[in-house]
């Protein structure tokens, strides 16, 4: 099957009731994907195919698909249609994932925690961390700084900076619980807040330089306050885009950043 267009025939394929249409999506994709035992590489029916078989409207389907594919379970190239990709699929099958990227008030707590973990690792990274460790840190943050126009690059480098941090805490145990979450994080960081806020990256990345800086002078105290107020934005940001549930226009927001991605392509195919 792999590398061909073959129509896929599945229980999954199927209209999907008009409640949580999203999540719902997710559900079926992953499960389509799990139950098929389809491998990386897998061509997966096109959009319209999906819009007819679920029943459902593209906005909802796109957001999904967007979900997937920012941490690699879907594969998406122009030109080229859909494809599984080789992101961690057990993850994103697990209930407490799909309620972590769903749900506004998980999204909270999401927050809330990595702001319980990555504070004091923070603090301990300045307290512990060799200097090849911190010298990867400054790396990441480095491919933040040229990636301020590009998302995925940022976005890679973003969770690629907390993850050295984290290894720098020299807590097996933290370093853990974040990294179990780096899908998760991946996600957060391309639905919520890149996709509702043109100008994240740049403010994003000042934010982060001073954690840097703290961690190369050592300095404990200071590099566990540039993280609370690293954290303390992102909520902001958070709290932000979830306010934005409808656009200036009166439109909803998924709307909106369905007509980008439609504009997008197009300029794509024009190139």
């Known amino acids: 099957m792999r590398g061909e267009t073959a129509v896929i025939r599945s229980r999954y394929l199927k209209p999907i009731p008009r409640t949580n249409l999203t999540e719902e999506i997710l559900t079926r994709l992953v499960s389509l994907i799990l139950e098929e035992r389809l491998k990386p590489g ?7 195919e999906l819009v007819d078989q679920f029943s459902v409207g593209r906005s909802s389907l796109r957001e999904a698909i967007r979900i997937l594919n920012a941490i690699g379970v879907i594969d998406v190239s122009v030109g080229e249609g859909m494809s599984v990709g080789r992101g961690d699929i057990s993850l994103i099958a697990r209930p407490l994932t799909l309620g972590l990227l769903m749900g506004e008030q998980s999204r909270n707590d999401l927050i809330e925690t990595r702001r319980l973990i990555e504070i004091e690792m923070a603090g301990l990274a300045a307290e512990r961390g060799t200097a090849a460790e911190i010298a990867a840190i400054a790396g990441h943050l480095e491919i933040m700084r040229t990636s301020q126009n590009d998302h995925v690059p940022y976005s890679t480098a973003d969770l690629e900076f907390h993850l050295a941090i984290a290894r720098a805490s020299h807590n097996q145990l933290l370093y853990n619980l974040l990294y179990t979450l780096r899908h ?71 709307v909106r950043r369905a007509r980008v991605i439609g504009q997008r392509s197009n300029r794509r195919k024009r190139v």
């Open 42 to 48: 897998d061509k997966l029916p096109s959009v319209r």
């Open 184 to 254: 998760i994080l991946a996600a957060l960081i391309t639905k919520v807040v890149v996709d509702y806020d043109a100008n994240h990256m740049p403010q994003s990345f000042k934010v982060h330089v001073p954690i840097l800086e703290a961690i190369r002078a050592r300095n404990g105290q200071a590099a566990r306050q540039a993280m609370a107020a690293h954290l303390n934005r992102l909520e902001e940001r958070l709290t932000l885009a979830i306010s934005r549930g409808l656009t200036s226009h009166g439109k909803p927001a998924s």
